[in-house]
């Protein structure tokens, strides 16, 4: 039987049109997630790991290097069986590439284009998560109502990815301020939610999941700013299966999530809520080999045989630390 060749792709590194204006920690994040993805697949037996680096494909316009991005990426998707992609999913970028993959008539890796349309926009999957009821950090336009109240509020990019452009203000009024006098377009605004911040590693397919890891989150916030560090895999602990079901949840809400997909979370006195789904590789996948002792893209090439391959429970969980670079204020973007 032939090895099934899987073209993994990192858009931060392999020369996507807006790849260079990602921050510097962002672009760290996307190499190291791409070195333990390639390393994962290429320890799985049958699978043909491969990158635009070593396919090497040709076409009308020479040579791969010689092409235009899209015309790499094209002669790529066809070479390969099966296709990974990572990518942010702001602007567009993850759903447009995994519907490339699609239209080739490749296995996709991944969630399908239309959940990663909703998990992209902070608002409509708050709004998709809360009609399930799923609880979330409430989350509004800003010419909204906004609810009444003393306490801090967050701003961000409705279409984003992680803290990118993220900022902290004291209260509501000195928010609405900042985004009437910096006339900035499709940000939301969510009231902040005191207490621990966490994520989920999960494994979906057809409305299900199972909790590969259940992470411990290190942000900094500087000059009202916040700024990712890393994480702690397996940090948190989950004695009473909230956690769990938070999970089940969450795969409900959007059955058409597959593979590898991160929750962030909050978990606040009044229990966990949900800050946004990550229809793609997270931090956390950087530490989960070596944090469940079992080979995480091995799970996700198992679900091609429907969902009746979901992984049983992990049998071991170790705390594993993941640090993206460290905090550099000179460096942040």
Known sequence: MAPLKVFAFDYTADGGPVARALPHTFRQQGAML???LVADLGAIPGVDVCTMATLGASGPGGTLAAQSFGDRFAACVQEADAVWPLAPESEGLLESLSRQVLRGKRILLGSAP???RVAASKFKVARALAESGVPVVPTYRPHASLPAGQ???VVKPDDGAGCLDARLFSDRATALAWLRSSAVQGYVLQPFVAGKLGSLSLICCDGAARV?????ERIAVHDNRFHFL???VNGLEDTD???ERLAQRVAAALPTLWGYVGVDLILSERGPVVLEVNPRLTAAYAGLHASIGCNPAALVIDLLKGPGAMPAPAARRRAVSVDVGGFDPGAAT
């Open 34 to 36: 791409m070195d333990a």
């Open 114 to 116: 239309g959940a990663v």
């Open 151 to 153: 306490g801090a509020w």
């Open 212 to 216: 590969l890891s259940r992470n411990l």
């Open 230 to 232: 890393g994480c702690t």
């Open 241 to 243: 299966g909230t956690l």
